[in-house]
């Protein structure tokens, strides 16, 4: 991840270092995901609290995921539209 910008609710649009780009929506990754660190970005405020860091978004409470799993998003995001 080289470049992310919050767009609304829990979308991100994410530009990566293979040039490959798109949005990609966590609703269901925050939603469903039962660990507490992830359950803190339910809340939009603290959802949007972000910044690229070591290839990927890191949020304030240490929360990330893998660039590779926001990649795949992204395409999965992009192929159901």
């Not at 649009?13 to 925050?30: P, R």
């Amino acid at each position: 991840v080289t470049e992310a910008k919050y767009l609304s609710d829990y979308k991100i649009e994410i530009v990566f270092n293979d040039a490959s780009h798109g949005v990609v929506d966590l609703l269901s990754t925050v939603s469903g995901d039962k660990r507490p660190i992830v359950r803190e970005l339910i809340n939009l405020s603290d959802f949007r609290d972000f910044r690229v860091d070591l290839d990927t978004i890191v949020w304030r409470n240490g929360c990330d995921f893998a660039p590779e799993y926001l990649h795949q998003k992204m395409l999965h995001n992009s192929s159901s539209r």
